[in-house]
Structures are given as C-alpha cells and as structure tokens.
T-cell receptor, first 113, second 112 residues
Framework: SQTIHQWPATLVQPVGSPLSLECTVE??????LYWYRQAAGRGLQLLFY??????ISSEVPQNLSASRPQDRQFILSSKKLLLSDSGFYLC????????????FGDGTRLSIL | DAKTTQPTSMDCAEGRAANLPCNHS???????VYWYRQIHSQGPQYIIH???NNETNEMASLIITEDRKSSTLILPHATLRDTAVYYC?????????????FGGGTRLMVKP
C-alpha cells in the first residue's frame, strides 16, 4: 500500500533562517505531489504541485520554493523565513489519473519566532 | 468547482450510525463528490469519493441522490475516534485544477 512521510512534525525557526521540509511517498510511482499550507482556523492553500521530476508549478508567489529531485521526493524550502510563513504545512500525493483523490501526510507545524 | 453546504456541527452516540449530509446543488455532470476528515493537528484523511453511484469501503458509505444535488456520508458504527471535522468537496472535469478547496465542514462529536 502507499504511504506518505513528512518530517519534521514540528519546527520552530527564527525569522530570517532557512527552511527545508521533506516529503516522500512509498508504494507508487510517478505520483502527482502537492504542498499545501493551512493557517490556523482556515482552509488549505495550495502552494506548489508537481507532475514529475524537476517539474514544479507554483500557485501563489511567495517566499517559498519547491523541488522534486527524485520521483517520490518533494522538498519545500526557503532561504529566509518570514513571520508570515508560520503555519501547518501538508504534503499530498495522488495518482496521475484525473479525479483520483489526494492523500495527505501528517503535516509539519512551523512556528517562526 | 461546485460549492458545498454542510451543517456546522453534529453529535452522534458511540456505536450508532453517523449520517453526515452535504448539499451540492450546482454540481456539474463530470464533478465527483469527495469526503475527507481532519482530526485536530493531523493532515486531512481521505474517506471516499463517488460520481453518481453509491459507494462503500472499509471506512464508510457514500449515498448520492439521483439528481446528484446532495449526498450523505454514513459511518455505520461511530466510535470516539471518529470525532473530527468532515469535509465534503466537489471537484472534477477538465478544468478541475489541482487544489482541493475545503469549506467549513461538519464538526462531528461522537459521545459515549
């Protein structure tokens, strides 16, 4: 069966520091991969999605970037974190076929001080 | 994507069936109905989805009305661990896009 792993689960970072969040998927090949952010008490905002290695689409211009160095690995990065980057970051995957559901990881709760 | 309407909250007794309604009167012919739930501090969990036929899996059943304007998620024997916010999402078709849009959802409280 397919599984998705995100780490770390929680992270506290100072303003201006770099960020690297990692997501890996097991049990499937060539998945679509997604990074979302969920602010407290609000819905999910899609940040990036990828349909293949090296292919990244950004949904919202911001301080973050994403990379997909391997088929089942998706990384969210920032060179300099802002206070507004605080939130709950979720990675998700789906098969490449349309209308298939997205499956989420357990998320990373990021606090910026 | 079509908009959905769900009750804000519901209670259910442990061991009884939980029936969560969703209204999606503007759904189009190629849009699917998806159900997710989110337990506090965890990522959303996919439950079930369907187009027009009723669906059942190990977690739940999905009943879609014949006109597809509403649906009901059924948890046959609710447990305390089913306490969560349940989201009904309508999405699909060639212009679906990639983002899942979660509305307010229904906060289900399963009580002993």
């Amino acid at each position: 069966s397919q599984t998705i792993h995100q780490w770390p689960a929680t992270l506290v970072q100072p303003v201006g520091s770099p960020l690297s969040l990692e997501c890996t998927v097991e049990g499937t090949s060539n998945p679509n991969l997604y990074w979302y952010r969920q602010a407290a008490g609000r819905g999910l905002q899609l940040l990036f999605y990828s349909v293949g290695i090296g292919q990244i689409s950004s949904e919202v211009p911001q301080n973050l970037s994403a990379s997909r160095p391997q088929d089942r690995q998706f990384i969210l990065s920032s060179k300099k974190l802002l206070l507004s980057d605080s939130g709950f970051y979720l990675c998700a995957w789906s098969s490449g076929f349309s209308n298939q559901p997205q499956h989420f990881g357990d998320g990373t709760r990021l606090s910026i001080l | 994507d079509a908009k959905t309407t769900q009750p804000t909250s519901m209670d259910c007794a442990e061991g009884r069936a939980a029936n969560l309604p969703c209204n999606h009167s503007t759904i189009s012919g190629n849009e699917y109905v998806y159900w997710y739930r989110q337990i506090h501090s965890q990522g959303p969990q996919y439950i079930i989805h369907g187009l027009k036929n009723n669906e059942t899996n190990e977690m739940a059943s999905l009943i879609i009305t014949e006109d597809r304007k509403s649906s009901t998620l059924i948890l046959p024997h609710a447990t305390l661990r089913d306490t969560a916010v349940y989201y009904c999402i309508v999405r699909g078709g060639p212009n679906a896009g990639n983002m899942l849009t979660f509305g307010g959802g229904t906060r289900l409280m399963v009580k002993p």
